[in-house]
């Protein structure tokens, strides 16, 4: 987790929009932190938020004008494990499918899971008789706090299958796309803030440090920023607070433990070793990145998953 820091944004960013004593009017939760992040986006009552953030980076032609969640927040099915991967799953009037997801943590595999989740929508589609020419667009969205390509500058980037002699991106297979939002590469000041995506760029990025009654121009004149801004600080109530909380803490312990791991030296490559750190990440991570983060296999941990076995 990156703490208390504001990702991505320069020493010279304008102090006058910050306040630091207790009683300043600031966000307390973190919407970068997915439990956080799927309540704002993933619930009714804020429907226009997912919308806003899906047509800020989508091209105009396929902008979204009204959406039916099909996996909204709930916090019983949370509890229940039901939510294990907090994304966000939508369907537009038009038939195509969304799906956007927040990853907090470092996975060096989230290119390989991004791919393999727009595939399970894809097919998730082909209900029993339905036949391919029925399959609609699907549109993959995915917010990092992290710098998943270090060798690009651009924060936003847009994957698209394309003839590679023209260079076209024509409707033979325009079914795929695939979108990276990095945070950590947002570099724009509040002056040079221009975009819907500069807004909610800038709105993920440090919404937790906002004084929401004292909003720069460049994000004041948002209506649904705004909206945003005010809905992070509100939205959870008290037993919603204290998972937050946990959740937050438990990934900074998981990071924790995977640093100390590796800046002592230490050895995972016996099985009970790799075995017990993948225990201690069950309760944060999805099983793909606890694989990737322990070299065990994906049947391993979904093992140790199903088998209860979490070493509490």
């Not at 006058?16 to 919407?31: L, S, W």
């Not at 980076?57 to 294990?84: F, H, I, T």
């Amino acid at each position: 987790m990156s703490g208390d820091g504001i990702p991505g944004m320069r020493a010279r960013s304008p102090e006058m929009f910050f306040k630091h004593g207790e009683d300043a009017p600031m966000c307390r939760i973190n919407p970068r932190v997915d439990f956080a992040f799927k309540k704002l986006f993933g619930s009714e009552e804020n429907k226009d938020l997912l919308i806003s953030l899906i047509n800020s980076m989508v091209s105009e032609r396929d902008r979204v004008a009204d959406l039916e969640l099909k996996n909204p927040y709930s916090l019983a099915a949370y509890k229940e494990g039901k939510l294990s991967i907090l994304d966000v799953k939508a369907r537009d009037a038009r038939g195509r499918w969304f799906n956007v997801e927040m990853q907090i943590g470092e996975d060096r595999n989230f290119d390989k899971r991004a791919i393999y989740y727009w595939s399970k929508l894809v097919t998730e589609q082909l209900a029993e008789g339905m036949m391919y020419k029925e399959l609609k667009k699907t549109i993959s969205i995915n917010v990092s706090n992290f710098d998943l390509t270090p060798s690009r500058d651009d924060y936003h980037s847009v994957y698209r299958i394309i003839n590679t002699k023209t260079l076209v991106d024509d409707d033979l297979h325009n079914m795929f796309e695939l979108h990276y939002l990095e945070l950590l590469k947002f570099r724009k000041d509040f002056h040079e803030i221009a975009t819907a995506l500069d807004r909610w760029t800038a709105f993920l990025s440090m919404a937790h440090r906002l004084d929401r009654d004292d909003l720069p121009p460049s994000l004041r004149e948002d209506e649904l920023v705004r909206k945003a801004v005010v809905a992070v600080d509100r939205m959870f109530d008290e037993e919603e607070r204290q998972i937050y909380e946990i959740r937050m803490q438990t990934f900074a312990d998981a990071e924790s433990r995977i640093g100390s791991a590796f800046d002592h030296g230490k050895e995972i490559g016996r099985e009970e070793e790799r075995r017990e750190l993948a225990r201690k990440l069950l309760d944060v991570l999805d099983d793909d990145t606890v694989a990737s983060k322990t070299g065990l296999s994906v049947e391993e941990v979904a093992g140790l998953r199903e088998s209860g076995d979490e070493g509490r």
